[in-house]
């Protein structure tokens, strides 16, 4: 079905309203093959009529952005990210001998990969710290990938590899799960998911000690990206650290976070 300039505009303008994320007109035949099976599943016979659906049906909504975000995402993504949380991060928050629990925040945390693998950091970093108490909090836009992530039952990709560089800790905390794997409840019970839209407010359990933003501010134009930033700001305790994506750099946006080292930023201008 052929996918005209001006319904492609429309579709482009309601993903931007509805996510966030920017697209532009390359992003056609991404949308078109995307969004197909929802005109097929309603049984709509235009594209006309699916963007007539969209201004009326809240249902709707909910799967077209399920169906235009990207979810991509493994456990243990970027492996220096997890030997500066276990080398750096864990240590110093250790040494302060705080009371309160650790609160991490996994924003735009996709199928949920990232949040179980800081909490699996957590807990063998207990084996150092016997007292260190954590929280996490997973949060996206997408009620599907939160789906799977409350799930916590993964196969194929996103476990390969995991299975691959960390055997030990794959044996440790997955259990087989049909033809795949599933989160140890001794994990999951670290975990909570909501679903959460980085362009409102940020969750109201805030004053998060750690912020976990990867790979999702590469969908937004400069103006959303400031917004975000601003509210992962918000939801950060003083000493609190952001983690970026590998393919993310937010140097030339003004912003209340100063370079740490690579993908970790602080608050504010001076070390804490
Ligand atoms: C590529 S995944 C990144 C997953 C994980 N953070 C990682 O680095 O592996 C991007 C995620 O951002 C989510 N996302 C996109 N726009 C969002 C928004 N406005 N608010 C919250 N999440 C959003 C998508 O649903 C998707 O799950």
């Given at each position: ?107 735009a945390a996709a199928t949920g ?19 260190l108490r954590f929280e996490i ?43 795949g794997v599933k989160v140890d ?88």
């Amino acid at each position: 079905m052929e996918l005209r300039d001006d319904h492609l505009s429309a579709l482009i303008a309601l993903v931007r309203q509805h996510t966030g994320i920017a697209m532009n007109e390359h992003k056609r035949v991404l949308l078109q093959g995307r969004l197909l099976p929802r005109l097929r599943a309603l049984g709509i016979a235009s594209w006309a009529g699916y963007i007539e659906r969209l201004a009326s049906d809240r249902t709707e909504v909910t799967s077209f952005i399920d169906s235009v975000t990207t979810n991509d995402t493994v456990f243990f993504r970027t492996p220096a990210v997890w030997s500066w949380l276990s080398e750096t991060f864990l240590p110093a928050f250790a040494a302060q001998g705080r009371a309160a629990p650790l609160r991490i925040w996994s924003a735009a945390a996709a199928t949920g990969e990232e949040a179980y693998s800081l909490a699996m950091s957590c807990l063998e970093y207990q084996a150092h710290a016997p007292g260190l108490r954590f929280e996490i909090l997973g949060t996206d836009i997408s009620h599907a990938a939160l789906a799977t992530a409350r799930a916590g039952a993964y196969r194929g990709r996103s476990v390969a590899r995991f299975e691959a560089d960390r055997p030990a800790l794959f044996r440790k905390y997955l259990v087989a799960h049909g033809d795949g794997v599933k989160v140890d409840p001794a994990v999951a019970q670290h975990v909570r998911f909501d679903q959460h839209n980085l362009l409102g407010r940020p969750p109201r359990s805030a004053a998060f000690d750690l912020v976990m933003l990867r790979n999702v501010l590469i969908y937004f134009d400069a103006e959303h990206q400031q917004q975000v930033l601003a509210g992962a700001r918000a939801a950060m305790g003083p000493s609190a650290r952001l983690v970026l994506g590998e393919q993310e750099s937010i140097t030339r946006l003004q912003t209340a976070f100063a370079f740490e080292q690579a993908h970790v930023y602080r608050i504010g201008g001076e070390p804490s």
